[in-house]
């Protein structure tokens, strides 16, 4: 079983910047696909960003904002959030697939990861 501590969130004023980091463990990662998701209050659960050796994937609205990096030796995420709007608002959720092939992947989608983090309110005002 794979646990995933998140944490970096919280409260900030609009242009503000905030780092999300989620620690993973609990097995061997190989080749991992790592992302973000995010849940806006009243909205579906939305695609942030997304990493894995084949590349760095985001949204189109955070790109240039938002950056993903990931720390292999300690299987853990970050996702530092530039220049923060109000409309960043939401729960982040980190999500892990431990291990992927050579083939392709769909980052943006949900099924594609096997585990998520408890999730970490970020707000920003306005």
């Known amino acids: 079983q794979v646990q995933l501590v998140e944490s970096g969130g919280g409260l900030v004023q609009a242009g503000g910047s905030l780092r999300l980091s989620c620690a993973a463990s609990?097995?061997?990662?190989?080749?991992?696909?790592m992302g973000w998701f995010r849940q806006a209050p009243g909205k579906e659960r939305a695609f942030v960003a997304a990493?894995?050796?084949?590349?760095?994937y985001y949204k189109d609205s955070v790109k240039g904002r938002f950056i993903i990096a990931l720390d292999n030796s300690k299987n853990t995420v970050f996702l530092q959030m530039n220049s923060l709007k109000a409309e960043d608002t939401a729960v982040y959720y980190c999500a892990v697939r431990p291990e992927t092939d050579w083939g392709t992947v769909r980052p943006g989608i949900e099924s594609e990861y096997d585990y998520w983090g408890q999730g970490t309110q970020v707000t920003v005002s306005s």
């Open positions: 609990g097995r061997t990662f190989s080749n991992p696909l």
């Open positions: 990493i894995r050796w084949s590349g760095l």
